[in-house]
């Protein structure tokens, strides 16, 4: 028995030490490797929930910073105001509008009623102007949402002992007033009405410009461009374009269509140069300027849609006696617009959120007014954010965030048309 | 003489001869002129890329010229103060290529261990789930992630090592938010070229018996290193390029130093802070900002163009 058969390495070979060593340097060698497989596994698996987690921190720290406890100090207090003595939330409008008058200037309550009359407010409406415009309440201090929520004890106490002159509110920084209100320099009243149909006209600016022309580049090369030196330079060189920095961008919007083409930027050779304006610097500019920006995006992203669309449906046509044009008219667009628009689509979420270039071809940094064309002065929602940012004052960090919000509202509905529109159109070939 | 015979009509023929119709001489004015505006659109592209070289080199040129300025001290000067007529571009770029160290240190390996994972590990269910997530992080506006840098990456470096050290607007923390901005950029680029290495290869590896990770990191890795290589370069480009996060994070005012700890202006950050003051044109102040705009746009589409190339010339292509 002790030569058993069920141990065939005694009968193997001679150097039956070797061979042992050898199997055992095997077996412990995969024990390893599976070790280490499964260690790098691990690795991997936490790098993913690394960029995971930096999304949701992202998200949350920014929803964190949109509501929470503000400490507030009035130039005048609320409760001296009245001088009846009744409290200010128990008076009637017409009570209110006394106490208005007898401390605003005349021209400040005649701007008051222009913006809406007074007989028109409600209560509520009422108390809030009286409040904003008498008392003048200041930010001192805010906190965010999680500390608000949890820590209310301590920022009670810490806001009695900085600010014992002050009120404590729980302020919800973006709400409907946020949204609705032009620019200001106090963060209780700014809003970002100005920044957000300075955003839309720009992007109409860029949707004009960049779609047709970013179209027919990616026509040209699918369907018209033979196989020609300089064809080929046009492709590696839209590849490039795609790849060069946003600010250079800027640069050549700042030289070329602010400086250079001043003239017809600013608008003063059709006449209508609006004397706010005096230079270059226009929602046509900053359009103009993101147009080319995403341009070889569009292109791009154009050539795949078309190159998908398959050869035969092209043969089919030219074979009913249809021409080029007919053809890619008729039947190569259609069936690669659904592609083309979700490129599109994409490409202006991105020239959306670009800050850097509109800040070089000059966003104004402080405009009240809404736009009233393509020669006025711009701001967008991103220009906003970044000036609200760069404030050392907490609430402007708070008003930033609410920007924020807003844009990335704006960007989700954008990327869920493209989506819908993938979805609602594609084909399979 | 039989062909010329059979093209004739024969005599006494009822059908007569169809009149001739030249359909290659036809012209179509309309086409023409829709061709046209095709070919210029096509052609825009390289006027763009003209217009930037163009102008860039005109408002350059015009700063280099100037008596104040010399291309010696502007190259190796570490100075840049343009109110005392010191233009040396050393400061800037130390930062610049401080943040981008930063940021590649963070998104290089944590982008491939992502592609990887999601490649060669990952269920489509958990694919399907993570990479739509890494697009959104992808699609995030800069000046967000400036927002974030500044808001809570620098508290949280602050929180750890101490006020003293970290300065509020600090290098570290706007490479950092701007490695999480390139991350997906390489995780998505790295992913797509992992996913193109035919299965033929894994399954040839599996067959010899190779674990999981010999095969991702010995033969599927390899086979994609010029999609790899080319993200990666493409990364940097993005990273040089980058003008919000280090606008509003790394800090105001140029610093020559190699603490990332310290604030210090990038090239993109000074472009944006000063154009976005008031500036006077034709001001040695304004031709600087095109000087450094060359410099970066000569950077970043050297960088473009070596990742082309290697697409195109180390592609392995499979059957």
Redesign the interface.
């Given at each position: 028995m002790t030569n058993s058969p069920s141990n065939p390495r005694n009968f193997s070979s001679p150097n039956d030490d070797d061979l042992t060593r050898k199997d055992s340097l095997f077996k412990d060698n995969l024990a390893q490797r599976h070790r280490r497989g499964i260690v790098w596994k691990v690795i991997f698996q936490i790098s993913t929930v690394i960029g995971i987690i930096a999304l949701s921190t992202l998200l949350i720290k920014i929803l964190n910073d949109t509501m929470g406890y503000a400490a507030i100090e009035y130039k005048k207090d609320p409760s001296t105001i009245s001088s009846s003595g009744l409290p200010l939330d128990e008076m009637t409008c017409s009570e209110l509008r006394v106490i208005l008058a007898e401390n605003v200037t005349k021209n400040r309550l005649r701007t008051i009623e222009r913006e809406k009359p007074m007989v028109e407010r409600s209560q509520s409406e009422c108390l809030d102007l009286v409040i904003s415009e008498v008392a003048e309440p200041t930010v001192k201090k805010t906190w965010p949402l999680f500390a608000s929520l949890f820590n209310y004890e301590e920022i009670q106490s810490i806001a009695a002992e900085e600010y014992p002159g002050g009120d404590l509110i729980f302020k919800v920084w973006l709400s409907r007033a946020f949204i609705l209100s032009p620019q200001s320099d106090d963060p209780l009243k700014a809003g970002i009405r100005t920044a957000i149909l300075g955003s839309i006209y720009i992007i109409i600016i860029v949707i004009i410009f960049a779609f047709p022309i970013g179209v027919a580049a990616a026509v040209y090369l699918e369907e018209y461009a033979s196989q020609s030196r300089i064809n080929q330079i046009i492709q590696t060189n839209i590849n490039n374009l795609a790849g060069v920095p946003s600010i250079i961008y800027g640069m050549l919007g700042l030289a070329l269509f602010v400086r250079y083409l001043e003239p017809l930027t600013s608008g003063a050779i059709f006449g209508s140069a609006d004397p706010t304006t005096a230079n270059g610097r226009t929602i046509l500019s900053a359009g103009l300027t993101l147009a080319l920006l995403i341009l070889p995006v569009v292109i791009i992203n154009g050539q795949e849609s078309i190159r998908a669309v398959p050869n035969s449906l092209r043969q089919a046509s030219y074979g009913m006696g249809a021409t080029k044009w007919q053809t890619v008219w008729s039947h190569v667009l259609p069936n690669a617009l659904p592609g083309i628009l979700t490129g599109t689509i994409l490409a202006v979420s991105r020239a959306f959120g670009e800050t850097a270039p509109l800040v070089v071809v000059g966003a104004a940094t402080f405009i009240t007014f809404d736009p009233e064309g393509i020669f006025s002065k711009f701001t967008s929602v991103p220009i906003q954010i970044y000036q609200w940012t760069a404030r050392p004052q907490d609430a402007f960090r708070n008003i930033a965030a609410a920007a924020i919000i807003v844009l990335l509202v704006l960007l989700l509905l954008l990327n869920a048309a493209a989506v819908f529109l993938r979805n609602r159109y594609s084909r399979r070939w | 003489m039989y062909e010329a015979k059979n093209t004739q009509p024969p005599a006494g023929s009822l059908i007569d001869t169809p009149p001739e119709i030249d359909i290659s001489h036809r012209s179509?004015l309309h086409?023409q002129i829709?061709?046209g505006?095709?070919?210029?659109?096509?052609?825009?592209?390289?006027f763009?890329?003209f217009?930037?070289v163009l102008?860039?080199g005109?408002?350059a040129l015009l700063f280099f010229t100037d008596p104040q300025v010399s291309l010696l001290e502007f190259f190796t000067g570490t100075v840049w103060q343009p109110q005392i007529f010191r233009f040396g571009i050393l400061p800037l770029l130390t930062s610049t290529v401080m943040t981008s160290l930063i940021a590649m240190c963070v998104a290089i390996?944590?982008g491939l261990?992502?592609a990887?994972?999601?490649s060669e590990?990952?269920s489509p269910r958990i694919r399907g789930i993570?990479k739509p997530?890494?697009e959104?992080?992808a699609?995030?506006?800069?000046?967000?992630?400036?927002?974030?840098a500044?808001?809570?990456m620098t508290p949280l470096l602050r929180s750890i090592l101490g006020n003293e050290t970290v300065q509020i607007y600090n290098m570290f923390s706007a490479g950092v938010v701007m490695g999480?901005l390139i991350?997906?950029l390489i995780?998505s680029m790295t992913e797509d070229a992992l996913h193109a290495v035919p299965n033929s290869l894994r399954e040839g590896a599996f067959g010899l018996g190779a674990?999981?990770?010999?095969v991702s990191?010995q033969i599927v890795v390899p086979a994609a290193i010029s999609g790899i290589a080319a993200a990666i370069i493409?990364g940097i480009?993005?990273a040089?390029?980058?003008?919000?996060i280090v606008?509003?994070a790394a800090g105001a005012g140029p610093n020559f130093t190699f603490n990332p700890l310290e604030a210090a202006e990038t090239m993109?950050g000074h472009?944006?802070r000063i154009?976005?003051g008031d500036i006077s044109?034709d001001s040695l102040d304004y031709n600087s900002?095109?000087a450094i705009?060359l410099v970066?746009?000569l950077f970043?589409?050297l960088?473009?163009?070596i990742?082309?190339r290697i697409i195109r010339r180390y592609r392995e292509v499979y059957e």
């Open positions: - | 179509r086409e829709i061709q505006f095709l070919i210029f659109s096509g052609v825009l592209s390289i763009v890329t217009g930037i102008f860039l005109r408002e390996p944590v261990c992502v990887i994972y999601l590990y990952a993570i997530s890494l959104i992080l699609g995030i506006p800069t000046v967000v992630l400036g927002f974030f500044l808001t809570f999480i991350l997906p995780s674990t999981k990770l010999e990191t493409l480009s993005r040089i390029g980058e003008a919000m606008a509003i993109t472009i944006v154009s976005g044109y900002l095109f705009a970066l746009f970043t589409f960088l473009n163009v990742s082309q």
